[in-house]
């Protein structure tokens, strides 16, 4: 999985009808310094991510093997909120000390 | 999911035959800041979209999700007509204003 | 999918025997302007293109769908030689002039 | 599969329910020279890695065909820790030395 | 596929049952001219390629298609051994001429 950061929403009404109902959001990637990278991915969503949160999205077929996501074409998915990141016993990112401050 | 905007088609008459039947867009990628990306992909269309229009690609296995997509070797495909792309409250693109201006 | 210019073949005569049969073309990736790309791809062939067509190719598991490569280790499939290549109203490539001039 | 270093643990409270139960590293791409290379992958981990061990990592599908990961969405699983790479008649690394040194 | 010199080995005894008695060669991809690109990749091996050979790779679910591959969590696997590549009737590689010179 990569590292993300929420930064918006796409909105698509005319869409197949596979996609009903699937929160898209916009997501930057992030490096493992916690730099954003121009890199982007917009990805459907199961855990009510906000925008700022930092998260953790897996691409390809694994987007789909959640219960509900079999039939929806999706190639990416946030997968979890990131509470914490920790580099050789460094703390890179707490979700605590990021909504603080 | 990646955002590209539609520039073209491409017409394959000598194909596989399970590829009949399938419109073929020349799509180009679009970075978040909706600049294009010198990035494209060939996809199969399921919605219709037209010249110039934002739409949102699915890759891998994700375009042989939908009904009637999977015996086509495609990995790439149409999903949805974007309407909106909205980045931190800002609205990024939307498709009204596009056509309007 | 991907436009590429066909630039030779690929010989194996020690491979695994799902591969028996198999005819490899090496591909060069074209770019959506016409130009090549500094990256290439050896791809199954099931529509028999020769060398400098362009073709379509399609990656992953779509270079399985088709009947009789389902069981055929292949990652890279052309799927179809190109006719067009229409952007914006103006022709890119047609096959007609490629071979005329 | 690709070589990587583990580096840290991204910890994930509010993820997708499948995803309980899996310890998640934050590895760092090597390259074929030995050198830490920009790039990094949040995978699943099967076989107990430690911080600054060597590992193999599987990515795509791949994470998902071990017992117990096929309903898992990671598209990035630690499958092995590496005790040597030999290029060429030459130790690029040993597991041991690096322990010592 | 691309194409790919054997360069060395990775071993790893502490890895996922379903990998045992899976042999790991490092792979370093080949550009189209048949110079080095620094991009490398840890394949199983079905043809006994040894040092110095050029293979053939394929990656993602194409490395579990042959028998006995299905169920061990490669994302790459060698499926031959090149003998020649040629590109616009010029041979670029010939295992023979390679092996003599």
């Excluded at 490096?31 to 998260?55: C, H, I, M, R, S």
């Excluded at 979890?80 to 990141?85: C, R």
């Amino acid at each position: 999985m990569q590292i993300a950061k929420v930064r918006g929403t796409v909105v698509s009404t005319h869409k197949t009808r596979s996609l009903t109902g699937t929160k898209l959001l916009l997501l930057q990637f992030m490096d493992a310094q916690g730099q954003p990278l121009p890199k982007y991915e917009v990805a459907g969503d199961l855990v009510g991510a906000g925008v700022n949160e930092w998260v953790l999205v897996s691409r390809g077929s694994a987007a789909r093997i959640d219960d509900g996501m079999e039939h929806r074409p999706l190639d990416a998915l946030v997968v979890g909120i990131i509470d914490t990141v920790t580099v050789e016993n460094n703390r890179l990112y707490s979700k605590k000390d990021a909504e603080r401050g």
